[in-house]
């Protein structure tokens, strides 16, 4: 595998189902991210993980739980979601210790909250 | 509240036609900016990133430039081709936590 990945591409899920989503990068990077894109609105930075420390939450609900027990995988664990909480969710990762920044996204999950 | 904008929001355009991106950012305290490419239901793939102490990259037939002063960036597409349909994203960067996307611009280019 190379780049980042992400698994499932797809989920289906009711409201009242637990589910995670998986993401790993193999670049050797040490930051790691979630992003939610919606129909029509920007893409939503969600959390931040640099060296496996959460550095950014930006008011996301908790029903969204991320877990980074690396710098190479990232998880992000679903409860009790909303109808409106459906949508590509797109993992990236970013080396810190260069002076880029560079993000590389994975392929992304589509999840449908029925 | 930092803003990114990208104008148009839909181009159109025939094969073999040069065209301009634009995208705007309101905070010019800017560490990069970075331009990504998104097929319909894909994940972003990396174009070109310029460093707020650059004014222009160049890959191939693609060339992004930034202008911090006026809180621009443009990328310039040379003799598109079929191929390069698809929604260019633009996004401004203030640290390794801070990333603001523009809403795209969604690229037809016409065989």
């Known amino acids: 595998e190379t780049g980042v990945t992400q698994t499932p591409r797809h989920l289906v899920m009711g409201m009242t189902n637990k589910k995670s989503l998986k993401c790993e990068q193999h670049?050797?990077?040490?930051?790691m991210y979630w992003y939610k894109q919606s129909a029509k609105k920007p893409l939503e930075l969600m959390f931040v993980y640099n060296f496996k420390e959460q550095t950014e939450n930006n008011s996301v609900p908790s029903r969204f739980s991320p877990e980074c027990p690396n710098s190479s995988h990232l998880f992000l664990h679903l409860h009790t979601l909303q109808p409106e909480d459906s949508a590509l969710y797109l993992c990236?990762?970013?080396?810190?210790?260069?002076?880029?920044?560079?993000?590389?996204f994975g392929p992304g999950t589509r999840l449908t909250v029925t | 509240k930092q803003e990114v904008t990208q104008i148009p929001a839909a181009l159109s355009v025939p094969e073999g036609e040069n065209l301009v991106l634009n995208c705007s950012f309101t905070?010019?305290?800017?560490?990069?900016l970075q331009w990504f490419r998104q097929d319909p239901g894909k994940g972003l793939t990396s174009l070109l990133l310029i460093q707020s102490s650059q004014r222009e990259q160049t890959s191939g037939r693609l060339n992004a430039s930034l202008d911090k002063s006026s809180g621009r960036s443009t990328l310039y597409i040379a003799a598109s081709q079929p191929g390069d349909s698809a929604t260019y994203l633009c996004?401004?960067?203030?640290?390794?936590?801070?990333?603001?996307f523009g809403s795209g611009t969604k690229l037809n280019v016409k065989p």
């Open positions: 670049l050797g990077h040490n930051a």
């Open positions: 905070d010019s305290a800017i560490y990069n």
């Open positions: 990236a990762s970013s080396s810190t210790t260069g002076s880029t920044y560079e993000q590389y």
């Open positions: 996004a401004g960067g203030y640290n390794f936590n801070k990333f603001y």
